[in-house]
């Protein structure tokens, strides 16, 4: 099992930042990439970022030269950066883990709005 907290979410105006942070526990040697998802109301949830074990990155066209995902594997913990923030970047962020065994977690999701 893997247990995920993210946070750093809130509200910010257009073209601010903001940096979002999940940690892990539990059994984190098996993790294999992690990423970020969002939902905004009345929408599907949709990828945002990846990053692997090896530091490989994949984007969203969407966010490609505003966000940055990263991770620390000292610490557990991923981040993704956000700059250049639009109102339709507002929706639920998620934190996501992928294990060896393909079995995906989720974390409890933080907020992030954007206003104009």
């Known amino acids: 099992q893997v247990q995920l907290v993210e946070s750093g979410g809130g509200l910010v105006q257009a073209g601010g930042s903001l940096r979002l942070s999940c940690a892990a526990s539990?059994?984190?040697?098996?993790?294999?990439?992690m990423g970020w998802y969002r939902q905004a109301l009345g929408k599907q949830r949709e990828l945002v970022a990846q990053?692997?074990?090896?530091?490989?990155?994949n984007y969203a066209d969407f966010v490609k030269g505003r966000f940055t995902i990263s991770r620390d594997n000292a610490k557990n913990t991923m981040y993704l950066q956000m700059n250049s923030l639009k109102p339709e970047d507002t929706a639920v962020y998620y934190c996501?883990?992928?294990?060896?065994?393909?079995?995906?977690?989720w974390g409890q999701g933080t907020q992030v709005t954007v206003s104009s």
């Open positions: 539990g059994s984190i040697g098996r993790i294999n990439s």
């Open positions: 996501t883990a992928l294990n060896l065994s393909g079995a995906r977690y």
């Open positions: 990053i692997t074990s090896l530091g490989i990155t």
